[in-house]
T-cell receptor, first 114, second 117 residues
Framework: AQSVSQHNHHVILSEAASLELGCNYS??????LFWYVQYPGQHLQLLLK??????LVKGIKGFEAEFIKSKFSFNLRKPSVQWSDTAEYFC????????????FGTGTRLTIIP | DAGVIQSPRHEVTEMGQEVTLRCKPI?????LFWYRQTMMRGLELLIY????????DSGMPEDRFSAKMPNASFSTLKIQPSEPRDSAVYFC???????????????FGPGTRLTVL
């Protein structure tokens, strides 16, 4: 069965620092990849997604992620973080395109210090 | 749109009691998902429905858990009897469900925090 690993459980950064959150999945076939975010007190919401084409995808709020098939990775990046980026970030994978099932990682808590 | 609505938001119960969690999906959405979030296991899909029919229930932990979707606007997740290890946040999500594809964005509710003593 597929799985998703997010090795950074808690990341603390200062404002304006660059961000990279790791996401690795285990599945040998074609995948769809997602990043969801949960801001404090808010619902989980979609940040960005990759289905095919350009492996560098851009999402909301200046976030981007790069799919590297050879590394089974889909890392999330932002060149300059803001205090408002404090949230929990979840990577997810879908491997069955006729099925909407998502497999999530355990999440990374990001804390931005003003 | 009100978004996905879940009730109750918090539930505290004693071991052995029956617990029922409720979800109202976004109007017009055809797929509904139940997830469980714990510190140890993260966010896990328990079951999902498309057009009120269970499509994938491989994540339902055991017979104590059951889920129903009697109509397009309502679903329940029931735990009977509840155990302390069921303590978690339970999320409901819905998507347009068109073609049963993961292209459809899932919209999440606020979650129900369940504590079983």
């Amino acid at each position: 069965a597929q799985s998703v690993s997010q090795h950074n459980h808690h990341v603390i950064l200062s404002e304006a620092a660059s961000l990279e959150l790791g996401c690795n999945y285990s599945y040998g076939g074609t995948v769809n990849l997602f990043w969801y975010v949960q801001y404090p007190g808010q619902h989980l919401q979609l940040l960005l997604k990759y289905f095919s084409g350009d492996p560098l995808v851009k999402g909301i709020k200046g976030f981007e992620a790069e799919f590297i098939k050879s590394k089974f990775s889909f890392n999330l990046r932002k060149p300059s973080v803001q205090w408002s980026d404090t949230a929990e970030y979840f990577c997810a994978v879908n491997v069955d395109f006729g099925n909407e099932k998502l497999t999530f990682g355990t999440g990374t808590r990001l804390t931005i210090i003003p | 749109d009100a978004g996905v609505i879940q009730s109750p938001r918090h539930e505290v119960t004693e071991m052995g009691q029956e617990v029922t969690l409720r979800c109202k999906p976004i109007s017009g959405h055809n797929s509904l998902f139940w997830y469980r979030q714990t510190m140890m296991r993260g966010l896990e899909l328990l079951i999902y429905f498309n057009n009120n029919v269970p499509i994938d229930d491989s994540g339902m932990p055991e017979d104590r858990f059951s889920a129903k979707m009697p109509n397009a606007s309502f679903s329940t997740l029931k735990i009977q009897p509840s155990e302390p290890r069921d303590s978690a946040v339970y999320f409901c999500a819905s998507s347009s469900g068109v073609g049963g594809s993961s292209y459809n964005e899932q919209f999440f509710g606020p979650g129900t925090r369940l504590t079983v003593l």
